[in-house]
């Protein structure tokens, strides 16, 4: 018996799309890491820790892109880019180019110690300017921050810039020069 060449075509259209997969991209710097390193106990006041953190992240080429108050701690979310990743991707009839910009997504929660700063962060990768998901989105609960899930098809060539490892970099990078700042 012979098919109809659209019915041949869908046939045909529905097996190639079938084979690409995507999965939920979730990664923080706090992955597979102790969440106490995501706190620093700092004996400075916390404005002069702002002005710090805010210096710091800025020569890094993240700067501040939105700050907010909940209650007695301020609230600094830091994004910006770090590489252009395009995959070329098809078979012999159809041949495409897919270009994303990776970047990264910080947050900062900075709050009275007694005679201290209380500091809270933790970083993420972003695609295309939109952080991924993790689990450590639960530690901006009381400001209400939330995210939607990142799909990237299996084996995308920017997957490898999306670990947290360059994050995790980063605000180390960060925490030093704040815990050697007197």
């Known amino acids: 018996m012979r098919l109809p060449s659209r019915a041949l075509a869908l046939a045909i259209l529905g097996g190639t799309s079938a084979c690409v997969h995507y999965s939920v991209l979730r990664t923080s710097t706090l992955q597979g890491v102790d969440p ?20 710091l992240f800025a020569q890094r080429g993240f700067p501040v892109v939105n700050k907010l108050s909940s209650g007695p701690a301020t609230f600094y979310v830091f994004k ?25 997504w910080f947050a900062a929660r900075v709050a009275a110690d007694g005679n201290g700063t209380d500091l809270m962060m933790f970083g ?22 939330w995210c939607t899930d ?5 084996g995308a060539p920017e997957a490898r810039y999306m670990t947290g490892r360059e994050e995790r970099e980063i605000l180390k990078g960060v925490q030093v020069a704040l815990e050697e700042a007197r």
């Open 124 to 145: 993420k990768p972003t695609v295309n300017g939109v952080e991924v998901c993790s689990d450590a989105d639960s530690l901006l609960a009381d400001v209400k921050y």
């Open 150 to 154: 990142t799909k990237i098809k299996d």
């Open 80 to 104: 910006g880019g770090r590489d252009k990743v395009t995959s070329l991707y098809g078979n012999e009839d159809f041949v495409a180019m897919q270009s994303n910009n990776i970047g990264s």
């Open 36 to 55: 106490s390193t995501a706190h620093l106990k700092l004996s400075r006041p916390p404005d002069t820790v702002s002005r710090e953190l805010e210096a």
